[in-house]
């Protein structure tokens, strides 16, 4: 395990770097090293006001929030494919993503009074909640929890929300239609220092409560008879995954838009090198996810510069195909 968290954050730091230097206008690692040391100390810059501008103002934000949605999204897909013991589960196919989305579309097609006054970001939340909240209410709906119950309302729902959101989109105006259609893709283009406190404090809260909470996840895959035998409430424990595996979707919902795959896949990969142990399993994932959100997103703002592409079009392409792999292997392969 040393050596593959070594060899992630190593490969972080380094996409980090490159995320901040590149682009569609290219800057040295001097400067940018200089510039981001210069305001961390408040020293006078040494750099051009220019090239400082773009490294401070907009590109290390830019940067740390791929970084905090990639860990966030991959943090919840681990939870959530702990909880239901289904490696198919992830935050879209629970239907916490479309709900976010749904509640941030209406916001942004019908204004603040389509949802009580609620910000963009505060009703992709709400979405998110009342969506996790139907699809537990379906799961438990004969008053016994089942795994498979709770995938499948979450794909149910998760189809009925994105509905609403299709017929919403077609109502909203022209002008608005491409700048919708452009964040439910997935971008971190609007990242600024002002929108990368929220995602970082409840990655950093939600994370570290996960963290601590590997061994009841370890427990709860032997099954519910064999977690309550080591101790653990298993309903307050499944709300309380419920809780913060919405909270890291809506938070990464409300600032990067819908970003695809980054929630299944993520887990999977990682499983396939450290086992399925989740004190291992969730740290792992967490950084794997930020660097492959930083990579994806230096891709798509470079690929066909100075045009920017969404997000998911490239988790998509990287995810679809590394999932179909992973399928042909043998259950017993898997972890």
């Known amino acids: 395990m040393a050596v593959t968290a070594c060899l992630l954050v190593a490969g972080l730091m380094v996409a980090m770097v490159a995320g901040v230097c590149l682009g569609s206008v290219h800057?040295?690692?001097?400067d940018v090293l200089g510039a981001v040391?210069?305001?961390?100390?408040?020293?006078?810059?040494?750099?051009?006001?220019?090239?400082?501008?773009?490294?401070?103002?907009?590109?290390?934000?830019?940067?740390l929030l791929a970084a905090l949605v990639g860990a966030a999204l991959a943090l919840a897909g681990t939870?959530?494919?702990?909880?239901?013991?289904?490696?198919?589960?992830?935050?879209?196919?629970?239907?916490?993503?479309?709900?976010?989305?749904?509640?941030?579309?209406?916001?942004?097609?019908?204004?603040?009074t389509a949802l009580a006054g609620l910000s963009v970001s505060v009703a992709a939340f709400a979405g998110a909640v009342v969506v996790l909240v139907a699809v537990f209410a379906f799961a438990q709906i004969s008053g016994t929890f089942t795994d498979s119950r709770l995938v499948l309302a979450?794909?149910?729902?998760?189809?009925?929300?994105?509905?609403i959101t299709s017929f919403v989109q077609?109502?909203?105006?022209?002008?608005?239609?491409?700048?919708?259609?452009?964040?439910?893709?997935?971008?971190?283009?609007?990242?600024?220092?002002?929108?990368?406190?929220?995602?970082?404090?409840?990655?950093v809260l939600c994370g570290g409560w996960?963290?601590?909470?590997g061994r009841g996840l370890n427990a709860l895959a032997l099954g519910d008879d064999d977690a309550t035998a080591v101790g653990v409430d298993?309903?307050?424990?499944?709300?309380?995954?419920?809780?913060?595996?919405?909270?890291?979707t809506a938070v990464s919902v409300s600032n990067a838009g819908g970003v695809g795959f980054v929630g299944l896949i993520v887990p999977q990969t990682v499983r396939l090198v450290v086992g399925g142990d989740h004190r291992r399993l969730l740290p792992l994932s967490a950084v794997?996810?930020?660097?492959?959100?930083?990579?994806?997103d230096l891709v798509a703002r470079t690929v066909a510069s100075p045009a920017e592409l969404p997000l998911t079009i490239f988790t998509s392409l990287i995810g679809g195909p590394l999932f179909l792999m992973m399928m042909r292997r043998k259950p017993a392969e898997q972890g």
């Not at 996960?210 to 909470?213: A, D, E, F, G, I």
Request: charged share 10%; proline share 4%.
């Open 27 to 30: 800057l040295g690692v001097g």
């Open 37 to 63: 040391g210069d305001n961390l100390t408040g020293r006078a810059s040494r750099v051009d006001p220019i090239d400082q501008y773009i490294i401070w103002d907009l590109r290390v934000p830019r940067v």
């Open 79 to 112: 939870a959530l494919q702990g909880l239901v013991r289904n490696p198919l589960a992830d935050p879209y196919v629970i239907g916490v993503s479309s709900g976010g989305t749904l509640g941030a579309v209406l916001v942004m097609a019908y204004g603040t």
């Open 154 to 163: 979450g794909v149910a729902l998760s189809y009925v929300t994105t509905a």
């Open 170 to 203: 077609l109502q909203a105006q022209p002008d608005q239609i491409s700048g919708i259609l452009f964040w439910t893709l997935g971008s971190v283009a609007a990242a600024r220092w002002s929108n990368v406190l929220l995602p970082l404090i409840v990655t």
């Open 210 to 213: 996960l963290l601590t909470r």
């Open 234 to 248: 298993i309903r307050t424990f499944r709300l309380g995954l419920l809780v913060v595996a919405a909270l890291l």
């Open 288 to 296: 794997a996810g930020a660097l492959l959100l930083v990579c994806v």
